[in-house]
């Protein structure tokens, strides 16, 4: 399988916002991603933005943009194979970053992976 559709590593990170402002404070990085999403991560040109969300539903509708249930989550694919995943916790003030990198053997792809990482704390986490 990974010779045929490339080796992947996966990460994740978290970032705490406590106090009364934390729930404030996600909702802002998430509003000013979907305003400016990154261009550039890990060196791959972002080539797809997926919004999780759509204005007007409420958290576990159906989203008929994803065919899922409607969260605030975002998620931007690279054309380098790169893959991170944004979104709040449902029960903790933090944001999760959940991480993905694809090479042709282990070795590139822990390389990217720990790029991706590196570029984490530009998206305003």
Known sequence: LCRKHGYYS?????????????????????ADLRKT???????GRVVTVVDYHKEGLRDGEPNDLTGLPDSNVLEYRTDNGCRVIVRPSGTEPKMKAYLS?????RAEADAKLSLVKADIPGLGL
């Open 101 to 105: 990198a694809c090479g042709v053997d």
């Open 10 to 30: 996966e990460g994740l990170l978290k970032f705490e916002y406590p106090g009364a402002d934390g729930a404030g404070k996600m909702q802002n990085i998430l």
């Open 37 to 43: 999403p990154p261009a550039v991560i890990a060196g």
